[in-house]
């Protein structure tokens, strides 16, 4: 646990003068776009203030808002609360002459447990819907002490107006993080509040000291078992690059590269698989739940009588995957990239003899990427298509056409709605697919069936790739619209001039959210590419909704950059959750709550 790290700046402000001053500078701030907010400019502020209310503006948190988010779903009854009830309750013995009352909170910053001084605003305290599952991070409550400390993982104080909520400002918050010094993971925050003019600089110190026992308490409580469970854990990450899962009768821990194979609904076969193997070390194959077949070393840790406990190396069943960092990340693995990657990826499987199959929203453009790739590589020889949505109306007919065709009749083949090939058929299909000597691709959706025929199909492309919803494609808007339009037709080939969107047009299409994807704006492209009289759709010639040019929500952009800068920063570090936490500079605890936010965990 760490204090602060000495500031070069303004001390803590603690008089009238002071959070007036304060308060000024905050207003300032406000007014101008979070971009341009450099703590450079405000020297009567602390630069971590000021970095803080930057980080609050553009989390979208309102500086006027009174209400409070508790999750009504909350289940506080967690380990670290248990182990630091006894240390809440000396806390309230030590701030009940200080007018105080504190908080501990878990890893989302939710509150775990409220102990309340006693003093004549106790009351006020507990009106103040104070109750467990309410969130004090930053991007929710903005700059408040424990919202600060779970951001930066470190000791925080807060006084007065620095807080970023007006209703705060009566307040001197703080913030220490809490590690379980066995495992070295982020566990919680604690934090004691009072009134701003009772604030001393003596009140965090109390903090740290109370956070440390709180910490000795958790390493107290662990059990040998788990000791030996956590260090096996440990030292399979270190001996293997390949997906490493550790599990219990309670417990379930899985390295950063597992979180791309293994998901929720596979831990109680991997428990089931550890509990039977006993104390012998044995490997099998297995389907996890996205469909993917895998083989499993299963290393037994010793546990105490009635308990069980092993490690599970994931290795891939004679598949190959891009590896998106550039090295060897051992066969069998997809690293999701940026959005544009996948075409790099995509291409790159193609031109190495690899079946590819593509994923996604329905509506994202599978198919159209699919096409784009296999024509940089079909030359004028044009690709085949088949659709196995429509192979059950005559399927002899239909397997004979594709088996003519991956044998080097055609120069590429595209597979549409793989997972709807009829059962019947999947085998010779994946036969096909394995010795096929032409570039294939297939398309699916993310929402297709896992059972054993769907599984089988998806199988035998041993290239999956994801294609981004077209919401997370804005930076490449305008590229992919000329695209489009290009296959709508018209244009040279027909002796007209090629027809172009104005700036606009594109800017217009970009304030709209988009659910059905590259379907939809195909659809509307089309529209206007009709109504057009000239080479060039303007506004007018689009649809209404989109005519109108309705401004995005401000945030949109700045939530679509945060997404794209996380994603590239997982795919420089290899999916390295700290190295992604220190490249970007935020809390490890920030970087996973994003992920989770942008549906990348």
């Not at 956070?211 to 854990?233: C, K, V, Y």
């Not at 929500?553 to 997404?563: I, S, T, Y």
Request: hydrophobic share 40%.
């Amino acid at each position: 646990m760490s204090m602060p790290a000495a500031s070069s700046g303004p001390p803590v402000p603690h008089t009238t003068a002071e959070w007036e001053r304060v308060r000024q500078a905050k207003l300032d701030v406000l007014t101008r776009d979070p971009f341009a907010v450099d703590p450079a400019d405000y020297p009567g502020v602390r630069p971590e203030v000021v970095a803080s209310w930057r980080r609050s503006m553009l989390a979208g948190v309102d500086p006027g808002a009174r209400h409070y988010a508790p999750d009504d779903d909350f289940q506080p009854r967690t380990r670290l609360a248990a182990v630091a009830q006894p240390i809440m309750n000396r806390l309230k013995d030590e701030i009940s002459d200080l007018n105080c009352w504190g908080f501990l909170a878990d890893r989302a910053c939710r509150l775990l447990t409220v102990v309340v001084g006693d003093f004549p605003l106790a009351g006020r305290v507990h009106r103040q819907n104070l109750r467990p599952g309410m969130c004090f991070a930053e991007e929710v409550m903005g700059t408040n002490g424990m919202g600060c400390a779970h951001e930066t993982q470190q000791a925080f104080i807060i006084a007065g107006t620095e807080h970023f909520r007006t209703d705060s400002e009566i307040l001197t918050t703080t913030g220490v993080i809490i590690r379980d010094p066995f495992t070295k993971r982020y566990a919680g925050t604690l934090g004691a509040h009072c009134l701003r003019e009772y604030g001393t600089t003596a009140l965090l110190p109390l903090v740290v000291e109370l956070g440390r026992s709180i910490e000795a308490q958790l390493l107290a409580s662990r059990e040998d078992g788990e000791r030996e469970f956590f260090d096996a854990f440990a030292a399979a990450q270190r001996r293997h690059r390949a997906p490493v899962v550790g599990v219990s009768r309670r417990l379930c821990v899985v390295s950063t590269r597992a979180r791309t194979v293994v998901h929720e609904a596979d831990e109680e076969l991997l428990r089931r698989l550890a509990e039977e193997s006993g104390s012998r070390s044995r490997t099998v194959q297995r389907q996890l739940s996205s469909g993917v077949t895998v083989t499993i070393q299963v290393h037994p840790v010793p546990q105490p009588r009635g308990e069980f406990a092993a490690v599970l190396v994931l290795l891939p069943s004679g598949t190959s995957m891009v590896d998106d960092t550039g090295g060897d990340a051992g066969p069998g693995w997809v690293w999701e990239g940026a959005p544009a990657d996948f075409r790099t990826q995509l291409a790159r499987a193609l031109r190495n003899g690899r079946a590819v199959l593509l994923t996604g929203e329905r509506g994202c453009g599978k198919r159209h990427e699919a096409r784009q790739a296999l024509r940089g590589l079909a030359g004028s020889g044009g690709i085949a298509e088949f659709d196995c949505a429509l192979a059950h109306l005559r399927p002899r007919e239909w397997l004979r056409s594709l088996a003519s065709a991956v044998s080097g009749d055609s120069p590429a083949v595209l597979l549409g709605h793989v997972t709807d090939l009829p059962a019947e058929l999947t085998t010779a299909v994946a036969d096909l697919l394995a010795r096929a000597p032409v570039p294939v691709a297939g398309t699916t959706t993310d929402d297709a069936g896992h059972d054993g025929a769907v599984a089988r199909v998806r199988e035998s492309f041993p290239v999956l790739l994801t294609v981004p919803p077209l919401r997370e494609r804005r930076n490449e808007f305008g590229q992919l619209c000329a695209s489009l339009l290009a296959e709508l037709g018209g244009g040279d080939e027909d002796g007209e001039q090629a027809v172009t969107l104005a700036p606009r047009a594109v800017a217009a299409l970009l304030a709209s959210d988009w659910p059905g994807n590259v379907r939809q704006l195909l659809q509307v492209l089309a529209s206007a590419r009709v109504r057009v009289s000239g080479p060039v759709i303007d506004v007018g010639d689009l649809p209404a909704r989109h005519g109108r040019n309705q401004p995005a929500h401000p945030l949109d952009e700045v939530r679509a950059a945060e997404r794209r800068v996380l994603m590239a920063a997982l795919r420089e570090t290899g999916g390295d959750r700290n190295a992604v936490a220190e490249r970007l500079g935020i809390s490890r605890a920030t970087v996973y709550r994003k992920l989770k936010r942008y549906e990348l965990d």
